[in-house]
Structures are given as C-alpha cells and as structure tokens.
C-alpha cells in the first residue's frame, strides 16, 4: 500500500496528532476509534490524472516521549512484580521464623498474591498489545519506504520538480525516522516484559529460591509437630510449589553448570590423592574450576 492523498488520516484522541487510520496511533500507542466513512478530498493537479501523486503525511513533532512512556510504563510494572515476589519470600521467612502470627501471616500473603496475579496478568496483556503495535508500526515503516522509493521513480522521470521532490522525500524521511525509533522503544519493552525477575543477579534469583524452599521445609515440619494449623499450609501451598518451581527455573542452567563444575573439582581431587597429577596440575586447575563456579552466579 503506497501513500496517496485519499488515505484517511484522522486525529488521535490522546496525542491530538493526524495519523493513518489503522488500530493503533503510530506515535502514542493508542488504540483509535473506527473510521466508518472516508472522508472527500480533493485531487491533486501537479500530476497526470491517471496516476495520483504522493503526497506524505503532515510533519509533526517527534514523539519523543511517546516511547519514554512507555519504556517507563513497563519498567514500573516490572519493578512492581519483582518486588512482590520478594516481600512474599520475606513474609514467609518471618512467619517461619514466628514473627508474625497466622491471621496477619494470611491475609498479607493473600493481599500480595492477588496483587502479583493482576499484575502477572497485564504484563501478559502488554505484551500482546506490544506485539501488535509492532507489526503495525513495521507495516507501516514499510509503507513509507515504498513512498520514498516511489517519490525517487517520479522525479527521476521528470513527474516531480526537485522542489516537491525534495519537500515530499524529508517529510517522508521524517517519519521513517520515527517509527524506527518507536520500534527499537518496542522491541526494548518486549524483551523487558519477556524477562520476569530481571532485575535480579543470578545469584540473588538463587538466595531467593532457596530462603523459601528453607522457609516451606521448616514450616512443613512445624505443622507436621503440631506447631502451627495446617490449614495455613493448605492455603499458600500449590503458591508457594510453583513460586519454588518458577524460581528454579530462571536459574536451572546454571545450577546443573555448578554442580558439574564440583563434580569435576571433586574428581580432580581423587587424581591428586591416588598419585596421578602432580600438586602443581593440581593447585593450578582447581584455581581454574573454581574461577569458573564463582562466575556462574555472577
């Protein structure tokens, strides 16, 4: 589809800017009411009558805090996610340390839980509206790049004085220039809401995982001695298997990494003691293996 002066293009009800008439606005990300008539325009008289001219859109200002928006957006709801996930495994770690009693124990724990599953939930819709917008904004960068192909065609054959030529291939440019910025905003929000916990080391993903493995095993233990009710347990524990399943998960290369890595180590080690390496090949590959095991969780 190449650019034509009957192209509907209506105004954006958020960012009041005119911008094709497709789903979403190519500047805010705003979804964009139905257009349910194209509006009269009048035709041009620069070109034969038979093949319309181009005619690019209008300038406007560059939407440089459009992406802004929404880069901040989604580093908000990640930041928020991550944090619920951590004053959960805090909660749990102070009930079973016995700071806090049952009653506060769950309901604060319900509280986050369904703050965490809402926000789970609209990162999942962003990234469906993200994924749309992109390929909308890719449509239309192609779009534009067969305007300006086809604005060169016309005045290399004299359809075009270099004046219109010159008007028409900057504003087209101009656009091109900001929708390949707000796809590279796109693509950098994708890979942050495609990345869960991506605030975290790899090695604080692992204490993570750990503390509330700790926590679960002692508070099993605690309702197993009467300590505590068990109908707490029964209240956060399929929660708390898939938070311990889902945490393992982000780091579940690297565990299988360390473990053979010591196993290795440990091997090394049992060459040494039956005589078949030398201290020296000793010292100096366990100073390697071990290098390598501090560097999986950095």
């Not at 016309?154 to 929708?179: P, T, W």
Request: proline share 6%; net charge neutral; glycine share 4%.
């Amino acid at each position: 589809m190449l650019l034509s002066l009957d192209e509907v293009r209506i105004k954006c009800p958020k960012c009041g800017k005119m911008v094709p008439a497709m789903r979403y606005c190519i500047y805010c990300g705003s979804q964009l009411p139905t257009v349910q008539q194209r509006p009269e325009r009048p035709r041009p008289t620069e070109a034969p009558p038979l093949v319309p001219p181009l005619v690019p859109p209008p300038v406007q200002p560059s939407p440089a805090t459009a992406p802004i928006g929404i880069e901040g957006e989604v580093a908000n709801l990640m930041s928020n996610i991550s944090a619920l996930y951590t004053r959960k495994i805090a909660l749990f770690k102070m009930f079973q340390s016995g700071e806090v009693s049952e009653k506060v124990f769950l309901k604060l724990y319900s509280e986050y839980s369904g703050k965490l599953s809402d926000l789970l939930n609209t990162r999942v819709r962003k990234l469906e509206e993200l994924r749309r917008r992109l390929d909308e904004v890719d449509r239309r960068l192609n779009e534009v790049a067969l305007s300006i192909e086809e604005l060169s065609v016309r005045y290399k054959i004299g359809e075009v004085d270099l004046s219109v030529f010159s008007q028409k291939s900057e504003k087209l440019k101009i656009e091109q220039r900001e929708l390949e910025g707000m796809v590279k905003s796109i693509k950098v929000c994708l890979a942050r809401l495609e990345k869960l916990l991506g605030d975290k080391t790899p090695s604080e993903i692992k204490n993570m995982e750990s503390d509330l493995r700790t926590a679960y095993e002692a508070i099993k233990s605690m309702v197993s001695e009467g300590k505590i009710s068990g109908e707490v347990l029964d209240a956060v524990r399929i929660d708390v298997e898939e938070t311990i399943a889902f945490l393992d998960s982000l780091i579940r290369d690297r565990k299988e990494r360390e473990k053979a890595l010591k196993e290795e180590l440990e091997t090394l080690h049992a060459r040494y003691k039956i005589g078949e390496i030398s201290i020296e090949e000793y010292e100096k590959r366990k100073k390697e293996i071990q290098e390598e095991i501090n560097k999986v969780w950095s």
